[in-house]
């Protein structure tokens, strides 16, 4: 059975128990070996919280049998094997934080365990080796601008999720020659259900389904999800995707963060993503997002919302030259700074809510 290393610790898995002495311990040490243990104690199902980044924060019971399954899915998938050892730098109380301890449980894998950070590897001995870490895009951005591009390279695999990429940070990491995928989950589905290669030859422009998990679409267009993780029963997303098959699929956009103007259907999402790219030109880099504020006349307006830019004149007219006219926003707020989550997502409601509010 492998080992968690906690403050530079090495205490053997069996080792850990209800009782473990906690002193000294950091909330997030003491959240790890409280989670083992319960583990390690047989308990069938867990109380987690989703992030709410995507809608309002619930708690989800989910059953261990479930997340078994899950993490031999992943561990057959990305080649995992005993004896590696994998980092966990996420939040523990979250799915993805647990199913990474899961994993090093259920495949005798040793768990390096540092305090979630934006660059977790600085925390690290330069004799440590990782073989499987997963990150938010935030520390991947974090450890490439540190310089840690040697570090990342020597592992066997990475992988990303919790929020999207900006296309800076695709364009660094397909720099990468570790191979990286991009996941897509959420509590619900014990984590991923589906990865996609985003560098090397392997590099994709699909989610690929994990295990017998099959992909449909309902009649908005939102991908739905069905296989044994879901007990065989079909589980409805609010993600707008292109479907290629039952098993691949390009993600497009949230159905709940759609803009009707004027009968106009708007899809934030893509059009941001053309905006980051004129903006990257102009020397751009500030956070920002598209929302659709309440008009009489058209029903909802486009409004660019940016984040902590000291001058904004000229990006309309910016965006006008370069955007189809029913794309281009009409107003433009400036908030000091956006609201996120613990991955680092911008929180869409939250964040315009505060312009609603000054």
């Not at 610790?9 to 311990?25: I, Y």
């Not at 899809?267 to 790219?277: A, C, F, G, T």
């Not at 030109?281 to 486009?302: D, M, V």
């Not at 991955?343 to 315009?352: D, E």
Request: charged share 20%; aromatic share 6%.
């Amino acid at each position: 059975m492998g080992a968690v290393l906690l403050n530079g610790k090495k205490l053997k898995f069996e080792h850990l128990n209800q009782t473990s002495d906690l002193t000294g311990c950091t909330p997030f040490e003491r959240g790890v070996i409280e989670f083992i243990s319960q583990w390690q104690s047989g308990t069938k199902k867990f109380k987690i919280m989703t992030s709410g980044s995507t809608g309002k924060a619930k708690s989800v019971l989910l059953e261990r049998d479930k997340m078994i399954l899950s993490a031999g899915i992943t561990a057959k998938t990305l080649g995992l094997k005993s004896g590696m050892t994998a980092l966990l730098c996420l939040h523990q109380h979250y799915i993805a934080g647990k199913m990474m301890i899961i994993r090093a449980l259920e495949h005798n894998m040793d768990l390096i365990a540092i305090t979630p950070s934006s660059n977790p590897l600085q925390e690290l001995t330069n004799d440590s080796t990782i073989d499987f870490a997963a990150f938010v895009p935030l520390q991947m951005a974090g450890m490439l601008r540190a310089g840690y591009t040697g570090k990342l390279n020597k592992m066997h695999v990475i992988i990303v999720g919790g929020a999207p990429l900006s296309l800076l940070l695709e364009e660094q990491i397909m720099e990468l020659t570790v191979p990286v995928y991009l996941t897509y989950g959420m509590t619900e589905t014990y984590s991923h259900v589906a990865l996609k290669r985003i560098n090397g030859p392997d590099k994709s422009t699909f989610y690929h389904a994990l295990g017998d998990v099959v992909f449909e679409q309902d009649n908005r267009d939102c991908l739905t999800i069905k296989g044994e993780i879901t007990d065989g029963k079909e589980m409805i997303t609010n993600d707008i995707v292109k479907l290629k098959s039952p098993k691949e699929f390009v993600w497009i956009g949230r159905y709940d963060h759609i803009i009707n103007s004027g009968g106009i259907k708007i899809n934030p999402e893509s059009v941001e993503k053309e905006i980051e790219r004129i903006f990257r030109k102009e020397g751009i880099e500030n956070r920002f997002l598209l929302t659709g504020l309440p008009n009489e006349k058209f029903g909802q307006i486009l409004a660019l919302v940016m984040e902590d830019i000291p001058d904004h004149t000229g990006l309309l007219l910016l965006l006008k030259s370069n955007l189809p006219e029913y794309e281009v926003p009409k107003s433009v707020y400036v908030l000091k700074e956006f609201v996120t989550s613990p991955s680092g997502k911008i929180n869409r409601s939250l964040t315009v809510a505060k312009i609603v509010m000054a």
